[in-house]
């Protein structure tokens, strides 16, 4: 039979200009919250992470925002490059090592 | 440093038989956790060990098994496999010392359940 996947969102953005990428966590006791970057047949990297005690930090070319009041996240690209063009996931950390993964959003930087 | 080893790479079974699946995670790390990813459900965590004892476990049937060695070295089986185990099982590691527990993912095992 047919498979239906996960209906991943998609951006589309032109080399050079910024891509913010959002994403909701469920539970309010994370206080851990990393981005991993996939590119296809890779594994996933950290490319950032941030804690609960803080509301914004930033990377080189990265900066991952948080606002714990409506459990939000946001991770913006600034200079897009091809190269950053892959699927990111956002993720929560509850207790012990244990990573809750968002269904992740496709960015592609077209050139 | 080397960094997290997964094998085999690619694994085809058929209904009904068991697999095992190695990590050997980065030279230091204590904690060993598995995620499935798979295109309907995206990355799911399965289970964690640290020294060898299994401290957190995901929503999943007991036919998902695992241990971790002595070395840290971890395994996970899954048994009377069926077709929606098909997936990239991924395992990552973590340095208990490291205060915001990141987490070092391996390139996967490729699993294919004909």
């Known amino acids: 039979g047919e498979s239906v996947g996960l209906h991943l969102p998609t951006l589309s953005v032109q080399e050079g200009d910024s891509a913010v990428i959002k994403c909701t966590y469920s539970d309010s006791a994370s206080n851990y919250f990393p981005w991993y970057k996939q590119e296809l047949g890779k594994r996933p990297q950290l490319i950032i992470d941030?804690?609960?005690?803080?509301d914004k930090r930033q990377g080189q070319r990265v900066t991952v925002l948080l606002n714990k009041t409506v459990k939000h996240l946001s991770l913006q690209i600034a200079a897009t490059q091809p190269g950053d063009s892959a699927v990111y996931f956002c993720a929560e950390n509850e207790y012990g090592n244990k990573l809750v993964f968002g269904a992740g959003t496709i960015l592609r930087v077209k050139s | 440093k080397a960094g997290v080893t997964q094998t085999p790479r690619y694994l085809i079974k058929t209904r009904g038989q068991q697999v095992t699946l190695s990590c050997s995670p980065i030279s230091g790390h204590r904690s060993v956790s598995w995620y499935q990813q798979t295109p309907g459900q995206g990355l799911q965590f399965l289970f964690e060990?640290?020294?060898?004892?299994?401290?957190n476990k995901g929503n999943f049937p007991g036919r998902f098994s695992g241990r971790q060695f002595s070395n840290s070295r971890s395994e996970m089986n899954v048994s009377t496999l069926e077709l929606g185990d098909s997936a990239l099982y991924l395992c990552?590691?973590?340095?208990?010392?490291?205060?915001?527990?990141?987490?070092?993912f391996g390139a996967g095992t490729r699993l294919s359940v004909l």
């Open positions: 990552a590691s973590s340095s208990r010392q490291d205060a915001k527990n990141i987490q070092y």
């Open positions: 060990y640290f020294s060898e004892t299994q401290r």
């Open positions: 941030i804690r609960s005690n803080m």
